[in-house]
Every structure is written in C-alpha cells, then in structure tokens.
C-alpha cells in the first residue's frame, strides 16, 4: 500500500537549473546540466538539451568537463576545464546537501568586449590606452579562470536559492492540496452526519453516500455491502452502487463473501492491487484496484465500504483508506440506530394493533376492520405520492381511527337494529374520545387530526366539528374513504357486505358530497381488484385468527 506521494529533491534540482539556464540564455550564456552518476559508463553520460547557441562540439566539452568530477572526491580542486574551440568554459559544480549532484557546463562564446563610445571617452580621462584595454586586459579579467572564479558561487548560490524557492513552492502547493483534500473530507462526513436520520432507509442513505464518496476519492465505483442478520444471516443485499462497470450478482456475492472473510479473519480494510505485489485474490476483469473497509456492530460484521479502481492513479492510498474507515465507522452507527428505530415502531405497531384489534374484538362483526382500513389508506396515500413519513402517519391513523369507541358501550355497537338519538349521539361521539386519548401522546400528534376529522363529509355534512372541503386534513378525507370502501364490502349487523362494484358506485356517487372528489377519483382510478384481493386474504387470516382465539378463550 503506498503512503502520499513525497517531493522529488532531485527534481527540484533540476528544475532550478533550467531557470538559471534560461536566465544565462538570456543573457546569451549558452549552458548544459550534466547529472552526476559515478557508476555510469562515460558513455552512458545523461546530458540535458542545451540551452543557448553552442558548438558542435559541447558534447564532448561535457563529457571532458565532467570527467574529473567522476573521477575524485567530491571536494578536491578541480582545475578549471578549457574549451578545445577556444572560448571560454565554466563549470560549475551543483551540490545539495553538501552531496555532489551535478555539474553546470556554461560556455561564453557569444561573450565580447566591444568598443563602445563610452569606453572611448573615459579612457583618455583616465589616462588609460582603449585600444590596449581592450585587447589585454578585458580580455585577460574575460579569461576562464577568472570567470570561473567569479561565477563559480554566484551561479551556485542562485541554483540553491531557485531550489529552495520551488521546493516551498512545491510544498505549498502540497499543502494547498491537502488542506483542499481535507476540507472536502470534514464536507463529506459532516453530509453524512447530517443525513444520519433513522427514518431514512439504508437504500437512500447509502446511495447518497455512494455518489458523494465517489467524488471524494475519485473511485471509478462506490459500492455498500450489507445484510439483515437478525432476519437474513448471511444473506448480501447491494444496498447502493454509483458508476461503472456494472457488476453482476455472482460478482457482488463474491465480493460480498471475500471481503466478509478477510474482515472477520483479521481486523482491518482489505487491500487489494497489482501495484505493490500480485493480487491476493483474482478478481473480476473490471475490477483492478479495490480497497474497502468493513462495517461492524461491536464484533458483528455487518458489511463492507467498497471502493473500485482508482481514477489516475494506480491505486488507492492511505488517504483513502483512513477516509473509507471514517464512513465506515458513521454507517455502522446509522445502521445500529435504525435497527433500533425499526424495533421501537415494530413494538408500538405491534402494541397499536393489539389495542385496535382489542377494539374491534367489542363488535364480531367488525374484526380486523382498523387493519383493513390502515391498509387502504396507506395504499391511496402512496397514489398521492405522499412523504414516507405521511405516509406511516397515515397509516397509524387507519389503525388508530376507532380507538374511540373504547369509550361506546358495546350495546350500542353491535345493536343490529336502528339506533335512537341518543345511541346515535354515543357513537358521534367516538372520533373525539380518540383526539382526546391520542392527545396526550407526543408522538401521536401528527396523527390525532385525522383520528379527529376521519367522519367529516367533504360538503360539511359531518361530524364532530362540520368541517367542509379542504379544512378537513387530507389524512382525514384519505381515513374517510377507506373507512366507508371497507364497512361497505365487510359483514355488519345490519346487513351483508355489498359487491366490489356496488361499493365503487356508492363512492362516485357520494363524490364532492361525503368524499373529496379528487381523492374519490384517485381511489377509482387505481387497482382496486388488486386492492380487494389482497384485503380479502388479510381478511381471511384475521377470521382464522379469530376464530382460533375464541375457541381458546372458550
């Protein structure tokens, strides 16, 4: 597994002596770095392209003048190397860290001293011969030793600087980058913490995760592995995937089984690549750089965070790794979390349909009716395409719609004949007894309004408050509707559950009046033969059930 990628000192070296080439081409210094390697054949010798207008000879000028470099210790004298064409030649050794490197070959041939008109005139002031000077003794303090001697350090000590100069900047750059890196790192796993919500299920959670991990650590795939082992154990579920290649299901359960052993072996992410070593496993051919990290509950594996080949670069490093254990680390607490969730709302469901059922159980005739009716309401409020969270909201108030008629006597509800006002004002009187128990309950107060309104008509005939069109909450207007579609298709006291098709008419027919006409179309425009059929099954079940409970019970 490779780490960050370090800065190349040798690189850095010769980029710095590319911008002093550059700068003594400018000044038309003509000049060639020549890299220092004591074990290379002469032959062998690995001279940069000069910069500057040299001779056809500056190859074997190098080659001479690197020569005793090669030869010696790296702080002996050297003599200063002479130019066979005759101009004149510095060399300049290059050292880092005091560690000979290389030599700079620079060659002054377009150098001349030139009679220039002030030259002319300070000269006789001067007391000096022009003509003399210039033929002497400029051309004597030109000369290779002297030059030698003069930009020997100069050249150096601008070498080292540039060095220095682009290794910060090289640094700093580095930096820039890892500050970036890290930024969109916290950005992420502040997004993850944000989304963490246990009523968001794993498939949502875990495909945005996917898309905003594959960004992050520019995976070619992000892939989540997990399994339910409290009611599927070893069964693999591919929860969210985003980008290529697609993978088949015989490729994730291998995946799926590969990763579960070496997470369980041994504690830690697997690694796998072709890079540092031969794969550990052989793959999948879309599959060339993999790393993942395992998903765990205490000592209980749970699944995987997979990342797949690497956008780039050849493989993952361990940024990404520490980044993948990170989000690993975040899933299993949203996994745990919503497990429980789940297990808290299958408890209270549970206890909320031992209390309807209770409810139900006052009236033979009506068994199983609050289930039913949680169902239907359900299924219309999918159609509208409502929240999740409306939609359970929805659903309790279908089970929990009757729970006033704990408070009726059960005299009056299972009376077979007409009710007399006074029975009539009994039973008015249930929607609010439910308000009234649900009331106190904070988690039932998203419920409480249509437990409320479920017997107000759309024309504002009904009870208990009169409310009329769109002031009764839709969740009322929706618990309405299934209420009357399942007491007519169902048995009741006073007379047999009509036909499917009789009960469709009775709701067009009291639509805009006691139905919402927009939901009443809705409601018809649906599957209600698939509807019915998977009513009359619960139905039967919930018969069977009763029918075994009162034997019992008898």
């Not at 969210?240 to 052993?261: D, H, M, V, Y």
């Amino acid at each position: 597994m490779k780490t960050a990628k370090t800065h190349n000192k040798t690189g850095a070296v010769e980029k710095a002596c590319l911008q002093v080439q550059q700068l003594l081409a400018s000044f038309g210094v003509a000049s060639v770095f020549c890299p220092l390697d004591r074990d290379a054949p002469a032959e062998d010798l690995s001279l940069s392209a000069p910069l500057g207008n040299l001779c056809d000879r500056w190859n074997d000028c190098c080659r001479k003048a690197l020569w005793p470099w090669r030869q010696s210790a790296p702080d002996e004298k050297k003599s200063p190397a002479a130019c066979p064409a005759g101009f004149i030649m510095t060399v300049v050794p290059v050292r880092q860290k005091r560690q000979l490197v290389g030599i700079l070959v620079c060659c002054l041939k377009e150098l001349r001293c030139q009679k220039t008109e002030s030259l002319q005139r300070i000269c006789p002031k001067l007391g000096l011969d022009g003509a003399a000077l210039l033929e002497q003794e400029l051309k004597d303090a030109l000369s290779g030793s002297t030059l030698t001697q003069m930009l020997e350090p100069v050249l150096q000590n601008l070498i080292e600087k540039t060095r220095i100069t682009l290794e910060n900047n090289d640094e700093l750059e580095a930096l820039s980058n890892s500050l970036s890196q890290s930024y969109e790192e916290l950005a992420l796993l502040h997004r993850i913490s944000d989304r963490m919500r246990i009523t968001q299920p794993p498939q949502t959670f875990f495909s945005n995760l996917c898309r905003d991990l594959k960004e992050v650590v520019d995976a070619g795939k992000m892939l989540v592995l997990w399994s339910e082992q409290d009611r599927h154990p070893g069964a693999v579920q591919r929860v969210a995937t985003s980008g290529p290649p697609e993978l088949n299901e015989t490729q994730i359960e291998l995946l799926w089984q590969r990763t579960k052993n070496e997470m369980t072996r041994a504690p830690g992410v697997l690694i796998d690549s072709n890079v540092d070593g031969p794969y550990r496993h052989q793959w999948p051919k879309p599959i060339h750089s993999l790393v993942g990290a395992p998903i765990r509950r205490g000592e209980t594996f749970l699944g995987a965070v997979l990342a797949l080949n690497k956008i780039n670069r050849a493989d993952f490093d361990s940024i990404d790794t520490k980044l993948l254990m990170s989000v690993a680390n975040q899933s299993a607490v949203y996994l745990d979390n919503f497990r429980l969730y789940k297990d808290l709302q299958e408890l209270l469901i549970g206890a909320l349909r031992a209390l309807t059922s209770s409810i139900d159980a006052k009236d033979p005739y009506t068994c199983g009716h609050s289930e039913r009716v949680a169902l239907i309401a359900r299924w219309l409020a999918e159609r509208l395409a409502l929240s999740p969270v409306q939609v359970n909201n929805i659903y309790l108030a279908g089970l929990l719609h009757d729970v006033g008629k704990i408070g009726v006597s059960e005299t009056v509800l299972c009376k077979p004949g007409k009710l007399t006002a006074d029975e009539f004002e009994q039973i008015n009187r249930h929607p609010q007894i439910g308000a009234n128990i649900l009331g106190g309950i904070k988690q039932m107060e998203q419920v409480t309004p249509a437990v409320l309104s479920h017997h107000e008509h759309f024309d504002g005939s009904g009870y208990p408050r009169n409310l009329r069109g769109e002031n009764i909450p839709l969740a009322g207007r929706v618990i309405m509707l299934a209420d009357s579609f399942d007491a007519m298709t169902s048995d009741r006291t006073y007379r047999k559950a009509l036909p499917r098709d009789t009960a469709l008419a009775e709701i067009r027919r009291f639509s805009g009046t006691q139905f919402d006409p927009a939901l009443a179309e809705l409601f018809l425009s649906g599957n209600v033969k698939k509807l019915a059929d998977h009513l009359q099954n619960v139905k039967s079940t919930q018969e069977s059930s009763d029918r075994l409970y009162r034997r019992i019970m008898n």
